[in-house]
């Protein structure tokens, strides 16, 4: 993991020294520790000298296979470009790897954003969509198949006896965003049905993503995501994580529901600490809110336990758990898990999906659930996890001025910078390593779950 972050800490050296005496300032005060970049300067050009070896360039935007700029070319013409992304099409991939065009192999530290938990072209997820597919693919939700009351059952039996919240029934989606919007939902016919039409009101919180759907977006208090689309759905607000002193104004007898993930993922990777989800679930009890736990990037495995909420004591769990991106590792489904207070005010007709529950989808996300929820996978994901970590605490420690904390648990990390890291991207992508940011100057680990300490190693 140290070379890619070497080379970067390489590059920021190079860009201090271009920099004005206010810039220089600037890049002191967020460097927690030095009086003058004179100390920045030395410090990165000693320790970067150090590790030189291995910078080499393997993968270069520019060096991919040929007929890769003529696909690009039709996606520019012909699709709707609402991402940036690099001018490399990956064509397949096994486990923890991909693999481009050109056949260059890049260890995948994405996991197509936390979705591909079993990795890359798993054996027997292929095997299961083959067979279903050949069988029976869409019905519609007007019929009954095969497995979504077997994956119902699955989800809620395994959440109770793992020692996560009193669930009790599932609503299926095809997404996250599907997923959260649900709840929503659920949240203002909860504050109808307990027979007040002005307690309607869905707080979130600062450095939240729940999705890019209306109501979804509305609870993601992010001005580059709702900017171009404002006006949002009326009765949003939006508290500071992890911020106990402002919840009795926050949230009040208007409330229905309280939207919160246990670790922020696109946010940067923040964790809520057990104090304030204590008094989160708490102030929701008072005014009579449900809370809601968007688990959709930081459960199933992710943190070492099939959910995040089983770090937390029960005193804080959840009315209503969201789940999507590794459900059926990269199969599209959602999933809106309920406790039974919520189920029961649910009636026909309040909700519905055309493809969502479908069966191919259930039949993968049986197979996935059952294999994620094992001692061997949640203990590889603790392991390998943990020697994440501890590395980029070293790193860390060596450049202080350049990285400044490590967050996460399990499989997610995040990895704060002091400036900008999306050059580190790229320059780990061109020497055969994918990552992602989140939030602010913040790198995010989040490989597939089967990842090996040796190819942590590797990386």
Same mark, same amino acid.
């Given at each position: 993991?140290?070379?890619?972050?070497?080379?970067?800490?390489?590059?920021?050296?190079?860009?201090?020294?271009?920099?004005?005496?206010? #810039?220089? &300032?600037?890049?002191?005060?967020?460097?927690?520790?030095?009086?003058?970049?004179?100390?920045?300067?030395?410090?990165?050009?000693?320790?970067?000298?150090?590790?030189?070896?291995?910078?080499?360039?393997?993968?270069?935007?520019?060096?991919?296979?040929?007929?890769?700029?003529?696909?690009?070319?039709?996606?520019?013409?012909?699709?709707?470009?609402?991402?940036?992304?690099?001018?490399?099409?990956?064509?397949?991939?096994?486990?923890?790897?991909?693999?481009?065009?050109?056949?260059?192999?890049?260890?995948?530290?994405?996991?197509?954003?936390?979705?591909?938990?079993?990795?890359?072209?798993?054996?027997?997820?292929?095997?299961?969509?083959?067979?279903?597919?050949?069988?029976?693919?869409?019905?519609?939700? @007007?019929?009954?198949?095969?497995?979504?009351? #077997?994956?119902?059952?699955?989800?809620?039996?395994?959440?109770?006896?793992?020692?996560?919240?009193?669930?009790?029934?599932?609503?299926?989606?095809?997404?996250?965003? #599907?997923?959260?919007?649900?709840?929503?939902?659920?949240?203002? +016919?909860?504050?109808?049905?307990?027979?007040?039409?002005? +307690?309607?009101?869905?707080?979130? %919180?600062?450095?939240?993503?729940?999705?890019?759907?209306?109501?979804?977006?509305?609870?993601?208090?992010?001005?580059?995501?709702?900017?171009?689309?404002?006006?949002?759905?009326?009765? %949003?607000?939006?508290?500071?994580?992890? *911020?106990?002193?402002? @919840?009795?104004?926050?949230?009040?007898?208007?409330?229905?529901?309280?939207?919160?993930?246990?670790? &922020?993922?696109?946010?940067? =990777?923040?964790?809520?600490?057990?104090?304030?989800?204590?008094?989160?679930?708490?102030?929701?009890?008072?005014?009579?809110?449900?809370?809601?736990?968007?688990?959709?990037?930081?459960?199933?495995?992710?943190?070492?336990?099939?959910?995040?909420?089983?770090? @937390?004591? +029960?005193?804080?769990?959840?009315?209503?758990?969201?789940?999507?991106?590794?459900?059926?590792?990269?199969?599209?489904?959602?999933?809106?898990?309920?406790?039974?207070?919520?189920? *029961?005010?649910?009636?026909?007709?309040?909700?519905?999906?055309? %493809?969502?529950?479908?069966?191919?989808?259930?039949?993968?996300?049986?197979?996935?659930?059952?294999?994620?929820?094992?001692? #061997?996978? @949640?203990?590889? =994901?603790?392991?390998?996890?943990?020697?994440?970590?501890?590395?980029?605490?070293?790193?860390?420690?060596?450049?202080?001025?350049?990285?400044?904390?490590?967050?996460?648990?399990?499989?997610?990390?995040?990895?704060?910078?002091?400036?900008?890291?999306?050059?580190?991207?790229?320059?780990?992508?061109?020497?055969?390593?994918?990552?992602?940011?989140?939030?602010?100057?913040?790198?995010?680990?989040?490989?597939?779950?089967?990842?090996?300490?040796?190819?942590?190693?590797?990386?």
């Amino acid at each position: 993991m140290l070379r890619p972050l070497v080379v970067a800490a390489r590059t920021h050296v190079k860009s201090i020294r271009g920099r004005s005496n206010f #810039e220089i &300032q600037r890049a002191n005060s967020i460097s927690r520790s030095y009086s003058t970049a004179t100390q920045i300067h030395t410090e990165l050009k000693v320790k970067t000298a150090i590790m030189t070896e291995n910078k080499k360039v393997t993968h270069a935007d520019s060096e991919t296979a040929p007929i890769t700029a003529q696909l690009l070319a039709k996606q520019d013409k012909y699709t709707i470009n609402t991402y940036s992304r690099p001018p490399i099409i990956l064509s397949h991939g096994k486990g923890c790897r991909v693999y481009d065009l050109a056949n260059r192999e890049y260890l995948d530290f994405t996991a197509g954003i936390a979705v591909n938990a079993l990795g890359h072209a798993d054996s027997e997820v292929a095997r299961i969509i083959s067979e279903q597919a050949n069988k029976l693919v869409h019905l519609s939700n @007007l019929y009954h198949n095969e497995y979504a009351g #077997e994956l119902a059952e699955l989800l809620v039996e395994t959440t109770r006896a793992g020692g996560g919240f009193e669930a009790s029934k599932v609503f299926f989606s095809n997404s996250g965003t #599907e997923a959260n919007e649900g709840a929503l939902k659920f949240a203002r +016919k909860w504050g109808k049905f307990i027979g007040n039409e002005e +307690k309607y009101k869905v707080v979130s %919180f600062v450095n939240a993503f729940h999705g890019r759907s209306f109501g979804a977006l509305s609870a993601t208090p992010s001005p580059k995501y709702q900017s171009p689309f404002k006006p949002m759905v009326p009765g %949003f607000s939006h508290a500071k994580l992890n *911020d106990i002193s402002n @919840l009795n104004e926050s949230i009040d007898d208007g409330t229905c529901a309280v939207i919160v993930e246990p670790i &922020q993922g696109e946010g940067g =990777v923040w964790e809520a600490s057990i104090p304030f989800m204590e008094a989160l679930r708490k102030r929701c009890d008072e005014v009579n809110a449900l809370l809601i736990f968007d688990e959709i990037q930081c459960g199933l495995g992710r943190t070492g336990k099939l959910w995040a909420h089983q770090h @937390l004591p +029960k005193s804080c769990h959840p009315d209503i758990l969201t789940m999507a991106k590794p459900l059926a590792n990269g199969f599209p489904i959602g999933a809106i898990l309920t406790s039974k207070r919520v189920a *029961d005010i649910i009636k026909i007709g309040d909700h519905g999906t055309t %493809f969502g529950g479908n069966p191919v989808a259930c039949r993968v996300a049986l197979n996935v659930v059952s294999r994620i929820n094992t001692p #061997e996978l @949640l203990s590889n =994901v603790n392991n390998v996890g943990s020697y994440l970590f501890s590395t980029f605490e070293k790193l860390s420690a060596t450049y202080p001025s350049l990285i400044s904390e490590v967050r996460g648990k399990g499989l997610i990390i995040g990895i704060q910078f002091t400036r900008d890291p999306s050059p580190l991207v790229r320059m780990a992508r061109e020497r055969g390593l994918l990552i992602i940011t989140a939030g602010n100057n913040t790198v995010r680990i989040v490989p597939p779950l089967i990842l090996s300490k040796e190819e942590a190693e590797k990386g």
